[in-house]
């Protein structure tokens, strides 16, 4: 069966310090990934996502990178955080031959908190 | 681009009655798809159901069923015999057809908070 991990659960980073999250998925190949913001009392925004190995499509301008090493493995970054990048960092996956969408699969999530 | 409005920010409930959340949207697509997922104080997203718009059915998921009404571009969510493992955000969410394998978002609304008291 098909399963996505991502970590760390909760983060807190000082204004300036760089940023990494990490998201696997294990058991598929080729998954479209994505990678979402929620923010207190705001649904989700799409922050990034991926079709494929080192292909990345930004959807918000943004404090924030995100690279696809390898076909599993979707990261979020910064080089300099800010007090605005706060909040709930959700990555999701779905196959990429979904066709019709069945949705998107969602990991447990990264609560990061700026000070 | 799409919207989508869920109008109730909070709703409460009790133990093993029936509630209704209410969400609209606002496409010119003529095929997508529409997603309620449910959000428990866990923050682990998990999808309830999903609904095809090309297909007149309302879709159903042991005690969660929709009203689709496509012309008023509505998505609602009934929750019958609600239970307390039922409390959560639900959110409403919609993706157009893709027609490739390209990456799509789903756009969310901005939640329901859904409390189902004893």
């Known amino acids: 069966s098909q399963t996505i991990h991502q970590w760390p659960a909760t983060l807190v980073q000082p204004v300036g310090s760089p940023l990494s999250l990490e998201c696997t998925v294990e058991g598929t190949s080729n998954p479209n990934l994505y990678w979402y913001r929620q923010a207190a009392g705001r649904g989700l925004q799409l922050l990034f996502y991926s079709v494929g190995i080192g292909q990345i499509s930004s959807e918000v301008p943004q404090n924030l990178s995100a690279s696809r090493p390898q076909d599993r493995q979707f990261i979020l970054s910064s080089k300099k955080l800010l007090l605005s990048d706060s909040g709930f960092y959700l990555c999701?996956?779905?196959?990429?031959?979904?066709?019709?969408?069945?949705?998107?699969?969602f990991g447990s999530g990264t609560r990061l908190t700026v000070v | 681009a799409q919207t989508v409005t869920q109008s109730q920010p909070e709703m409460s409930v009790q133990e093993a009655e029936t509630v209704t959340l209410s969400c609209t949207y606002d496409?010119?697509?003529?095929?997508?798809?529409l997603f309620w997922y449910k959000q428990p104080p866990s923050r682990q997203m998990i999808l309830v159901i999903r609904q095809e718009a090309y297909k007149q059915q309302n879709a159903t998921e042991n005690r969660f069923s929709v009203n689709f009404q496509k012309a008023a571009k509505s998505f609602s969510l009934k929750i019958s015999d609600s239970q307390l493992g039922d409390t959560a955000m639900y959110f409403c969410a919609f993706m157009k057809h893709r027609s490739s394998n390209s990456g799509y978002a789903l756009n969310f609304g901005k939640g329901t908070s859904l409390l189902v008291t004893p």
């Open positions: 999701a996956w779905e196959k990429r031959d979904s066709l019709p969408n069945y949705g998107y699969t």
């Open positions: 496409t010119s697509e003529s095929n997508y798809y």
